[in-house]
C-alpha cells in the first residue's frame, strides 16, 4: 500500500494537541474559521459532496443527515455527538477524545452552525471517566476563548455545548435510547417514525453523528471535498478510517488507513498474527459483525464490499482469531453480551437473545443436540427485522454466521459432547 499520511490521527503523541494553544499552532479551528464564513447550506453541500459516510455503524451520508432538519426557528435544533462507545472490541473514539479534543468540538461546532443548533450534547459512555475530563478542559477553554459561547469567534452565532455522562449501558448507543437517556428517562429506544432530524432531544430537530465522523468535518472544510474524496476505494468510499484492531495480533491498537484498505495490509500493519498461528476467522466491524473467514483475508475494508461479503464494516472494530479459537465458545460470549444488554422492551429481543445464549451455551459444555443449529437458525429468523430497534439485528450476526460458515464446530460439539479446544489460558507467560 502506497504510503499515507494521517489525517484524524496525526496529533496523537503530540501532548500540546490537548491545549487550545496547541491546537491552534497544529492548524486546530482552520476549519471552524472558513465555515463561519460560508452560507450554512454550502457548508452541507461540501460535507454531502466529500462523500463522507457515518462512522458509528450504518454508514449513512452524513452530509444528507444534516440536510433532513427541517428550515427555520419555530423549534430549537440540536447536536448530538454519539460518544457512546460500547461494543466488544470497540475503542477508537476513545483515542480521539484522550488525545485530540478540540478536534472533536471544532467538528461538533461546524455541524452546528451548518444545521444553525445552539446547542451540541456530547454523550460520552459513563465508563470513559478519563476521556470525559480531558473533554471537559478543553470545552473550557473553548469558552474561555470565544469559540463557543454566545458568539462563536465573533460571529454572532450563540452556541452552548456540554458533555452528558452515560451510565455503562450499550443500548444508550442507539441513537433513540440515547436520546430517551439523554433527556433523564430510562435508555430504551423509541419506535421510529418520527425520526430524530424531525423530533429529536426534547422534541426538537437533532442531529446525531459519532465521534469519528464529526473529526473528519473541520479536515473537508480545511483541505475541501475533493481531496477527502481522493482518499479511499470509490465515490461510495471516501476519506480516511480508524479501525480497532484486537485480538491473536502482535500489536493490537487503533490504526489510520485510507477506508478500502485490505485485510491482509492491516493484519501485516499489526505486526501479523500473535505468536505466528494461523488465521481462522475475523469479525470486520464489531461484535455485531457477522464472522469471516481466512479466504477472505485479501477483502477491502469498506462499507460496500463488506457488505457483500456477507458482513458489515460496522464500527471498524476488527476482532482476530486463531487456530486455537473455539468458535461455539467465542460466539455463545457474545450472545451473552447481547442478552444482557438488551433492554427488555421488546419480545423478539428480550426472549431471542436469551434463549440463542442458552442454546450455545449447552452446546458449548457438551450438552447440545443434533437440532440446535437449525434451532439457532430459527431463533435468528424470529428476532431478524423484528425487533424495535437494531440490537435484535446485531445479535443475529455472529450466531447466524456461526452455523452458516463453521457448522463443522458444532457437529464436533455435539459428537464428542464436549468442546474439543482447550480452555483459554490468561495471562500466559505474562501475555
Same mark, same amino acid.
Given at each position: 500500500?502506497?504510503?499515507?499520511?494521517?489525517?484524524?490521527?496525526?496529533?496523537?503523541?503530540?501532548?500540546?494537541?490537548?491545549?487550545?494553544?496547541?491546537?491552534?499552532?497544529?492548524?486546530?479551528?482552520?476549519?471552524?474559521?472558513?465555515?463561519?464564513?460560508?452560507?450554512?447550506?454550502?457548508?452541507?453541500?461540501?460535507?454531502?459532496?466529500?462523500?463522507?459516510?457515518?462512522?458509528?455503524?450504518?454508514?449513512?451520508?452524513?452530509?444528507?443527515?444534516?440536510?433532513?432538519?427541517?428550515?427555520?426557528?419555530?423549534?430549537?435544533?440540536?447536536?448530538?455527538?454519539?460518544?457512546?462507545?460500547?461494543?466488544?472490541?470497540?475503542?477508537?473514539?476513545?483515542?480521539?477524545?484522550?488525545?485530540?479534543?478540540?478536534?472533536?468540538?471544532?467538528?461538533?461546532?461546524?455541524?452546528?452552525?451548518?444545521?444553525?443548533?445552539?446547542?451540541?450534547?456530547?454523550?460520552?459512555?459513563?465508563?470513559?471517566?478519563?476521556?470525559?475530563?480531558?473533554?471537559?478542559?478543553?470545552?473550557?477553554?473553548?469558552?474561555?476563548?470565544?469559540?463557543?459561547?454566545?458568539?462563536?469567534?465573533?460571529?454572532?452565532?450563540?452556541?452552548?455545548?456540554?458533555?452528558?455522562?452515560?451510565? =455503562?449501558? *450499550?443500548?444508550?448507543?442507539?441513537?433513540?435510547?440515547?436520546? +430517551?437517556? &439523554?433527556? /433523564?428517562?430510562? @435508555?430504551?429506544? $423509541?419506535?421510529?417514525?418520527?425520526?430524530?432530524?424531525?423530533?429529536?432531544?426534547?422534541?426538537?430537530?437533532?442531529?446525531?453523528?459519532?465521534?469519528?465522523?464529526?473529526?473528519?468535518?473541520?479536515?473537508?472544510?480545511?483541505?475541501?471535498?475533493?481531496?477527502?474524496?481522493?482518499?479511499?476505494?470509490?465515490?461510495?468510499?471516501?476519506?480516511?478510517?480508524?479501525?480497532?484492531?484486537?485480538?491473536?495480533?502482535?500489536?493490537? =491498537?487503533? *490504526?489510520?488507513?485510507?477506508?478500502?484498505?485490505?485485510?491482509? +495490509?492491516? &493484519?501485516? /500493519?499489526?505486526? @501479523?498474527?500473535? $505468536?505466528?498461528?494461523?488465521?481462522?476467522?475475523?469479525?470486520?466491524?464489531?461484535?455485531?459483525?457477522?464472522?469471516?473467514?481466512?479466504?477472505?483475508?485479501?477483502?477491502?475494508?469498506?462499507?460496500?464490499?463488506?457488505?457483500?461479503?456477507?458482513?458489515?464494516?460496522?464500527?471498524?472494530?476488527?476482532?482476530?482469531?486463531?487456530?486455537?479459537?473455539?468458535?461455539?465458545?467465542?460466539?455463545?460470549?457474545?450472545?451473552?453480551?447481547?442478552?444482557?444488554?438488551?433492554?427488555?422492551?421488546?419480545?423478539?429481543?428480550?426472549?431471542?437473545?436469551?434463549?440463542?445464549?442458552?442454546?450455545?451455551?449447552?452446546?458449548?459444555?457438551?450438552?447440545?443436540?443434533?437440532?440446535?443449529?437449525?434451532?439457532?437458525?430459527?431463533?435468528?429468523?424470529?428476532?431478524?427485522?423484528?425487533?424495535?430497534?437494531?440490537?435484535?439485528?446485531?445479535?443475529?450476526?455472529?450466531?447466524?454466521?456461526?452455523?452458516?460458515?463453521?457448522?463443522?464446530?458444532?457437529?464436533?460439539?455435539?459428537?464428542?459432547?464436549?468442546?474439543?479446544?482447550?480452555?483459554?489460558?490468561?495471562?500466559?507467560?505474562?501475555?
Amino acid at each position: 500500500m502506497a504510503a499515507f499520511e494521517p489525517v484524524l490521527t496525526k496529533n496523537v503523541g503530540k501532548p500540546e494537541a490537548l491545549t487550545l494553544k496547541g491546537y491552534r499552532q497544529l492548524g486546530g479551528y482552520e476549519g471552524l474559521t472558513k465555515a463561519l464564513t460560508m452560507e450554512p447550506d454550502a457548508i452541507i453541500d461540501e460535507v454531502k459532496k466529500s462523500g463522507l459516510r457515518g462512522r458509528g455503524g450504518a454508514g449513512f451520508p452524513a452530509g444528507m443527515k444534516w440536510s433532513f432538519i427541517p428550515k427555520g426557528k419555530d423549534k430549537p435544533k440540536y447536536l448530538v455527538c454519539n460518544a457512546d462507545e460500547s461494543e466488544p472490541g470497540t475503542f477508537k473514539d476513545r483515542l480521539l477524545m484522550e488525545n485530540d479534543p478540540h478536534q472533536l468540538i471544532e467538528g461538533c461546532a461546524i455541524c452546528c452552525y451548518a444545521v444553525s443548533a445552539n446547542t451540541c450534547y456530547i454523550y460520552i459512555r459513563g465508563e470513559y471517566v478519563k476521556s470525559a475530563v480531558i473533554l471537559e478542559q478543553a470545552l473550557k477553554e473553548a469558552y474561555e476563548a470565544g469559540i463557543l459561547g454566545d458568539s462563536v469567534q465573533g460571529s454572532g452565532f450563540k452556541l452552548n455545548m456540554y458533555i452528558h455522562r452515560g451510565a =455503562g449501558a *450499550y443500548i444508550c448507543g442507539e441513537e433513540t435510547g440515547m436520546l +430517551e437517556s &439523554l433527556e /433523564g428517562k430510562r @435508555g430504551q429506544p $423509541r419506535v421510529k417514525p418520527p425520526f430524530p432530524a424531525v423530533v429529536g432531544a426534547f422534541g426538537a430537530p437533532t442531529v446525531i453523528n459519532n465521534v469519528e465522523t464529526l473529526c473528519n468535518v473541520p479536515h473537508i472544510l480545511t483541505h475541501g471535498a475533493d481531496w477527502f474524496k481522493s482518499i479511499g476505494t470509490d465515490e461510495r468510499n471516501t476519506g480516511p478510517k480508524l479501525y480497532a484492531i484486537s485480538g491473536h495480533v502482535d500489536r493490537p =491498537g487503533t *490504526y489510520e488507513y485510507p477506508i478500502g484498505v485490505t485485510f491482509r +495490509e492491516m &493484519l501485516d /500493519g499489526a505486526g @501479523g498474527m500473535w $505468536r505466528g498461528r494461523q488465521l481462522k476467522a475475523f469479525i470486520p466491524g464489531g461484535a455485531s459483525a457477522p464472522i469471516l473467514k481466512p479466504d477472505q483475508i485479501d477483502i477491502k475494508m469498506d462499507f460496500d464490499t463488506v457488505a457483500k461479503a456477507g458482513s458489515m464494516l460496522g464500527s471498524a472494530a476488527v476482532i482476530v482469531m486463531d487456530e486455537t479459537t473455539c468458535m461455539v465458545r467465542s460466539v455463545a460470549r457474545l450472545a451473552k453480551f447481547f442478552n444482557h444488554e438488551s433492554c427488555g422492551q421488546c419480545t423478539p429481543c428480550r426472549e431471542g437473545t436469551n434463549w440463542m445464549e442458552l442454546v450455545l451455551k449447552r452446546l458449548e459444555h457438551g450438552e447440545g443436540t443434533e437440532s440446535d443449529a437449525q434451532k439457532l437458525l430459527s431463533i435468528c429468523k424470529n428476532i431478524g427485522g423484528q425487533s424495535l430497534c437494531a440490537l435484535g439485528d446485531a445479535a443475529i450476526g455472529p450466531v447466524k454466521s456461526l452455523v452458516d460458515r463453521f457448522p463443522e464446530e458444532i457437529e464436533q460439539h455435539v459428537r464428542e459432547r464436549a468442546c474439543p479446544f482447550p480452555q483459554p489460558r490468561y495471562f500466559e507467560n505474562g501475555a
